[in-house]
């Protein structure tokens, strides 16, 4: 990874860490992926592996409620890696890439793929390269493309009521180092097109973690669909790989 990327995500790791809401969003993120699990009859089991780990907050979630399964959890982050390794002293967390971690240990039975497909360059490539070596992925992903924010005749009356704030272009210039956005459409073909077969899935709107307006509750009071298309919200899944 260039240096000034492995900069600005050691910046964005200190932010996150120091996010008064950050355990909580953690802890709903793994409470959703369990929900999943238990909705399929799916129990953790074997290797669990978290690419993307962050601080290992997420996975240690997962460790409560399956205790029998052993975690690891990679991240480019040393800042990250360096905090989890003293809050979470049983997860076997490493600064590396996936990549090099499958040249190690070819196979794992699980893995956790959790705010990272929008961070990454190529999100096939990315997962042609992720699938063959587990029996099954548990991914969330951010539904950012919203008519909200990205329809042409919303953004109009937007700027005719003086309100300009839009979100930034995705690229290396985003402030979260989001590469690419996300619709439910999107992040249900992502996964087709790369052989993972959805055993299960909940799409939810904005949490109550993040920025919500009045109007986003009554949105999801009429129409849950409606609301996410109109101001974004987010996906989970789990799937089954061709392997299993």
């Not at 962050?54 to 991240?75: I, M, N, T, V």
């Not at 307006?213 to 996410?228: E, Y």
Request: charged letters at 30%.
């Amino acid at each position: 990874m260039a240096q000034e990327s492995q900069q600005f995500y050691e910046r964005w790791a200190a932010e996150q860490l120091r996010d008064p809401n950050r355990a909580a969003v953690l802890k709903w993120k793994a409470q959703t992926l369990l929900d999943l699990c238990r909705r399929v009859g799916l129990d953790l089991r074997g290797d669990v592996l978290e690419i993307g780990c962050a601080e290992g907050a997420l996975l240690d979630g997962l460790l409560k409620a399956f205790p029998e399964a052993d975690y690891s959890g990679l991240d480019i982050s040393e800042n990250f890696i360096e905090v989890g390794k003293k809050l979470f002293p049983g997860i076997e967390l490493r600064c590396q890439e996936s990549d090099d971690f499958f040249r190690e240990k070819p196979h794992v039975d699980f893995v956790v793929l959790s705010d990272l497909i929008e961070h990454v360059e190529d999100a096939d490539a990315f997962l042609r390269g992720v699938v063959p070596h587990c029996d099954y992925v548990l991914v969330k992903i951010p539904l950012e493309v919203c008519a909200y924010d990205h329809s042409p005749l919303i953004r109009a009356f937007r700027k005719m009521a003086g309100r300009t704030r839009f979100p930034p272009a995705y690229g290396p210039g985003h402030p979260d180092g989001h590469l690419r956005g996300f619709t439910v459409r999107s992040a249900r073909a992502l996964l087709e097109r790369n052989r993972l077969t959805v055993l299960a899935e909940k799409v939810d709107t904005v949490h109550q973690f993040y920025d919500r307006a009045r109007t986003l509750d009554l949105a999801a009071a009429l129409s849950k669909r409606l609301c996410v298309g109109l101001f974004g919200g987010t996906y989970f899944g789990v799937a089954r790989t061709p392997t299993r």
